[in-house]
């Protein structure tokens, strides 16, 4: 206990000297979000320098081991680093599909090369990742994936589209659900691994409702994706053709990344953010202060969740209910910052509402119950798996 208190004092000092004042302020748009990748650019110093610093400690993926870019850092030791950072408002120096969900795939599925090139790259910045899971007319029904990767020996060929891949567009590699067993519908997946320069690879943006997405159609025309990138390095993750045992791992990590949007663990309450707006409705007090409390149980549940991860007694379905509460949750706030927000709230493109924010992200929000499975197969799992209740 004397030497967490230890870690704590050094933990504060060293983010006092060294996190700017500007990286302490809220996200306001997508360029505060620094995502690394070899055509990454600093929207400004501050950012730079705070990236940099934490990427030299090895705060950019704190709990990961020291030879694979990480600060080594123990779960009491990484969760009192979150409770500093959140303390003075820092924002994260690097987002990265890679550190949520590649990197715990890979440090639990990957070979010593992979981990010492994939890993030591993505806690660097130096690789921007997406996920090709979902295809057109093939979301949860894994049964009817038809991209197709056709051996040659020394390598595959890939033809096929995946869908509602975020940030395609700007990714530098993929991690891709591909069929490589046409007879084996359940298994006969492998998890791939492939870089988006190739040739053959183009995406295209899927523009939503809300005026903007990450979202984009991603097209793979005679692909060709090596089985090895060297020594110990496969093109692939785990066993050819159980990519499935991969991937599901990967979505409980994403399924987590997810339900962070719950907003228990924002630095202002609901009602402090909307105090600027002057009197509201009393009935509406009411339901933001029910919110906050709400969104502090979801954070004390989330942060019990993860202490029973730590321990091995965590339940394999626990993160399709924290996904589903999440989204719930973050729904409901942007819910109620419109009905704070009055008619003004609607407003699509004056910069007093800095271009329609409140209802551009009131709007984005309608997703976060279908990305990552749809809240609707997150309450059958929960039904089954949890509450153990009979089927149909």
Known sequence: MADLDKFRDETRAWLEATCPPEMRAPVED?????WGGRNAEFKNEAQKAWFEACRDK?????????EYG??????AEAKVLREEMARIGARPPLSSFGIWMLGPALLHFGTEGQKKRFLNEIARGEIRWCQGYSEPGSGSDLVSMQTFGEDKGDHWIVNGQKIWTSYADEA???FCLVRTDKDNKYQGITFMLFDMAGEGVST???????????????????????KSYGEDIPGYVGEINRGWDVAKYLLGHEREMISATGGGDRASSLGAVTSRQGKLDPVLRAEMALF???ALAFTAMSEKFLDEVKVGKGHPAQPNMLKYAGTELNKRRHELLMAAGGSLALEWE????EGGKPARSWLRTKGNSIEGGTSEVMLNVVAKRILELPGA
């Open 204 to 226: 295209k943006p899927i523009k939503l409702i809300s005026g903007s997405s990450p979202f984009c159609e991603t097209f793979m025309d005679d692909v060709k994706v090596p």
């Open 58 to 66: 090895g705060y950019t993926v704190p709990a990961w081991p020291k």
């Open 172 to 174: 530098d590699w993929i």
């Open 30 to 34: 997508e360029g505060d979000v620094y």
């Open 350 to 353: 004056s910069e007093e509402t």
């Open 70 to 75: 990480g600060a080594g850092l123990s779960p």
């Open 292 to 294: 906050d409390v709400d």
